[in-house]
């Protein structure tokens, strides 16, 4: 069922979920969000599982008219939202009635942003994943970026509001700085890299290019030259965060539409629970890796999973809905002393 329209569609909005997989041995990439905590806290925002498909942006928003009620949460990069010429939440659930206009603009902090709708983006699925995959051409809507009159859909049904109110508390937000470190492990291919080499790594810093896309982020900086077994040609597989240095000695971030082998050295890989961080650069930005280890890793993942249950009720919520008479209904949830959906009609002008 349509919940928006697309008015203007921004610089790449795309349909993405948690991604694609059982289909890599047949090159097929894992495709879905580039920041995927961003994407799985704006489900949970609006009271979704966190594997529903969401509208990724990249760099500049779109404008949408929604032409039904609907919850929503945008997080991630920081776009300026509008509702109806307002300011509109970020990292908050809100409600959008119909004929509001969401609106962006061009990302002031971060590169992606995510906009949750209650009920979940609906587009076919396509290999078990609703993500779309650009360079193929499938999945999403018609396997493109939305288009100015495309149509956004959501589940058939009333949208629940049951994720009314829902935030992340200022704290566990993330910045999106112009300069990061990043923790990495050692690549499968560490070892056709002198002791010198392997260590420009870490500690120099590195500028992410205007070589960017949803495939690999490109990186300037310190030439790392591989040692004597470079042109063997042998491939090895890759996943989203393998760094790779192509010939002229500068590394290259795969992400998740890139290929599923790769003949180019790897000399490491992002832990998952920072790639983020690589998918919320821009060209400019400085980058400086920092070596770690598997347990580490690992860890540092169970933490991020654990940081998503940590989504809380503002108590006290607010929103607005036109009624069928031209009032206003105000409807409170979650009052301190547990009294939940207080409904009080006002006459307009009152």
């Known amino acids: 069922m349509p919940v928006a329209k697309v008015i203007a569609p921004g610089f790449q909005t795309t349909v993405q979920d948690l991604g694609r997989f059982g289909y890599r041995h047949l090159g097929v990439p894992v495709s879905g969000g580039i920041d995927k905590w961003a994407l799985r806290l704006a489900n949970r925002l609006v009271g979704n599982d966190e594997g529903d498909a969401a509208l990724e942006m990249t760099m500049s928003g779109p404008t949408l008219l929604f032409l039904r009620d609907c919850v929503a949460a945008i997080t991630g990069a920081d776009m300026a939202p509008q509702l109806s010429g307002q300011d509109a939440p970020m990292w908050q659930s809100f409600f959008c009635s119909a004929g509001d206009t969401l609106s962006f ?18 587009v076919p699925p396509v290999l078990g994943s609703r993500s779309t995959f650009l360079a193929a051409g499938f999945g ?22 049951a994720g009314l109110g829902n935030r992340l508390a200022h704290h566990l937000r993330p910045a999106y700085l112009p300069e990061t470190r990043i923790k990495v492990i050692a690549g499968i ?37 591989v040692s004597g077994q470079a042109g063997s040609g042998e491939s090895y597989p890759v996943a989203p965060g393998t760094i790779q240095v ?14 599923s082998t790769g003949g180019y050295p ?16 821009m060209p400019g930005d400085k980058v400086t890796f920092e070596a770690t280890d598997q347990e580490t890793a690992h860890q540092m993942l169970k933490n991020r999973h654990n940081e998503l249950a940590l989504v809380e009720k503002v108590p006290r ?3 607005r809905k ?10 409170l949830q979650n009052y301190p002393d547990n ?4 409904n009080i009609k006002l006459n307009r002008g009152e």
Do not use: H
Not at 140 to 161: F, H, I, Q, Y
Not at 189 to 203: H, V
């Open 189 to 225: 291919n560490a070892d056709r890299f002198s002791n010198y080499e392997y260590t420009k790594l870490f500690g120099l810093t590195f500028t992410v290019t205007r070589r960017l896309s949803r495939m690999g982020c490109f990186l300037d900086g310190p030439d790392i030259k």
């Open 140 to 161: 999403g809507l018609n396997g493109r970026p939305l288009r100015a009159g495309d149509l956004v859909k959501t589940a058939e049904g009333d949208p629940s509001t």
């Open 317 to 319: 919520v607010e929103f």
């Open 246 to 259: 192509l010939p002229a000695g500068k590394p290259v971030v795969l992400l998740n539409d890139a290929q």
């Open 105 to 122: 603009s061009y990302r002031r902090t971060g590169c992606r942003a995510y906009l949750a709708i209650s009920g979940g983006v609906d």
């Open 322 to 331: 036109k009624t069928s008479k031209g009032c206003y209904e105000i409807v």
């Open 266 to 281: 790897q000399i490491a890989c992002i832990i998952s629970a920072e790639l983020w961080k690589i998918g919320q650069a």
């Open 339 to 342: 009294r939940k959906d207080i």
